[in-house]
C-alpha cells in the first residue's frame, strides 16, 4: 500500500520561503510520477507542480512557475520548494503519486490522475 506523509508547512511572511516535503512508502517515490496540489476551504483541490517519472520533467502550473521547484532525492522523498510566497499561496498542500510514468503533462494536472494522496500540511502566509 502506497502512504504518503507530508511535512514543512507553517506559517511564513509573504515573500518568505518555505520547504515541503512528503516521505513515501517503500519504492514509491521512485516508482511513481509525484504531483502537489493544493486547496483552500470551499474550493476544489488546484494543480501546484508535478514531477513525471520516465524522463524527470517537471510540470508547474501557472502561479507557480519560477517560484516554486519540484525535486525529488534518491531516497523515498519529494520536495517543494516554495520561494517568494504570497498570501493567495495561503492552503492546505497535498501531495500525490500515481504509477503512470510517461503520459503527456497536462495528465498530471488533474486530480482524479493520482489514486494516492497524503493527509495535507497547513501553508500559511501572512501578508
Known amino acids: 500500500q502506497v502512504q504518503l506523509v507530508e511535512s514543512g508547512g507553517g506559517l511564513v511572511q509573504a515573500g518568505g520561503s518555505l520547504r515541503l516535503s512528503c516521505a513515501a512508502s517503500i519504492g514509491t517515490s521512485s516508482m511513481y510520477s509525484m504531483g502537489w496540489f493544493r486547496q483552500t476551504p470551499g474550493e476544489e483541490r488546484n494543480f501546484v507542480a508535478a514531477i513525471r517519472r520516465n524522463d524527470e520533467r517537471s510540470i508547474y502550473a501557472d502561479s507557480v512557475k519560477g517560484r516554486f521547484t519540484i525535486s525529488r532525492d534518491n531516497a523515498n522523498t519529494v520536495y517543494l520548494q516554495m520561494n517568494s510566497l504570497k498570501p493567495e499561496d495561503t492552503a492546505v498542500y497535498y501531495c500525490?503519486?500515481?504509477?503512470?510514468?510517461?503520459?503527456?503533462?497536462?495528465?498530471?494536472?488533474?486530480?482524479?490522475?493520482?489514486?494516492?494522496w497524503g493527509q495535507g500540511t497547513q501553508v500559511t502566509v501572512s501578508s
Open positions: 500525490a503519486a500515481t504509477p503512470v510514468t510517461s503520459a503527456p503533462g497536462n495528465h498530471f494536472y488533474l486530480e482524479n490522475s493520482y489514486p494516492y
